[in-house]
């Protein structure tokens, strides 16, 4: 092995199957691959390809995957190939998994979540089905007998006719809906749900066989506590850190905390939100600051405040409330196109409210909850297209 061994690669581009067999290449090669999204603005790809270079070789690291930074910076979450490979058995056993199955991904390749499974088939040698574009199809997961994914995803793939052999769905990202689960499961399709992160991987999980109790309990191997309603857990599974602008991992000795706020009744756990106010949409785990920084950075925007607005589909939709310079009426469009070049898509916001001057407290700072309250209440109004 050569001393560079550890290098971290981007990848982008191509058919996703072919891109995933460059990842495992990259992989046997003793490096660490680093998928990008398609979607992703060329000065957003080109900051994380520049990233990657500086950091220069990671000895003993794996896999590697993004997240946004301030200002859009990405920060680059490390992790060794067995903080994943030991939770691979637990996984399998849950799912029921062997070497005749196939799993079907519905988010791209770059996210986390469709990276382990990626790992996870290549170690197992059972089929794997990607979305040819950015949304998996019905007819693209004709064969799949495993499921892993979003609940909206999840969601889409029964609304578009369920595959005639799945029989089992690994569904995190975003809270899953009673009402989903009881839907899969008429249909013979088992839920298992799971609360993970990018940088803590699996955490706690529910696999829906004690309707009389459910809800999460720890995944197999790792410890939960709370401290001043923060969850804190000690696994096998954790990421060995970040790169760039440090992230959501915090770590205290053995234990580590991404900042989730949480209630412990007994083995079960319920989680409370972000002590941050981070915002969970679809796969993805968006800062608020992040995205107000790279607002900031607009020439028609004097501040901004974001926070996330429930949806049924993906958890949160990010929101964010404009203040404008005086004398400026940026669009909808123009907003998008602006945040385009400086964040990735899944920071983009998917509502947008503007004013004249946002609500402040005697301190200066943005009145965040006055606002958030505004705006549920249909007190704020929405961009102009």
Known sequence: ????????????????????????????????????????????????????????????????????????????????ADSWASSFAPVAQLLGAGRDDVLALASPSASSLSLFSIAHAAAAGFGLILPSRHIL??????????????????????????????????????????ALR?????????????????????????DGTDPEQPGLRAFPGVELEVRDEVLWIRSPYLASGTLGEPGALHRDGDWATVGDRARLDGARLSLLGRRD???LTAAATVIPSDVEEALRLVDDIADAVVFGLPNEGVGELVTAVVEARPGARPTRAELRAAVTRLLPPSHHPRRWFIVDELPRTTTGKAARAALIERVRAGEVATLAP
């Open 1 to 80: 092995m050569t001393t560079d061994a550890g290098r971290i690669v981007p990848l982008r581009g191509g058919a996703p199957a072919e891109l995933v067999r460059r990842a495992l290449e990259v992989r046997a090669a003793g490096d660490v691959p680093l998928l990008g999204d398609d979607r992703w603005s060329e000065p957003y790809w080109r900051a994380v390809c520049d990233r990657a270079a500086v950091a220069g070789p990671q000895p003993g690291q794996a896999w590697a995957t993004t997240t946004s930074g301030t200002t859009g910076a990405p920060r680059i979450v490390l992790r060794t």
């Open 137 to 178: 199809t019905a007819g693209e997961a004709q064969d799949a007998t495993l499921f892993h994914g979003t609940p909206s995803g999840l969601r889409r793939l029964l609304d578009d006719g369920r595959p005639p052999r799945l029989r089992a769905a690994l569904v995190g990202g975003a809270s899953l809906d009673p």
């Open 182 to 206: 009881e839907r899969a499961t008429a249909l013979g399709v088992r839920v298992v749900s799971y609360y993970g992160a990018a940088e803590l991987s699996f955490v706690a999980v529910d």
């Open 277 to 279: 106010d981070a915002i």
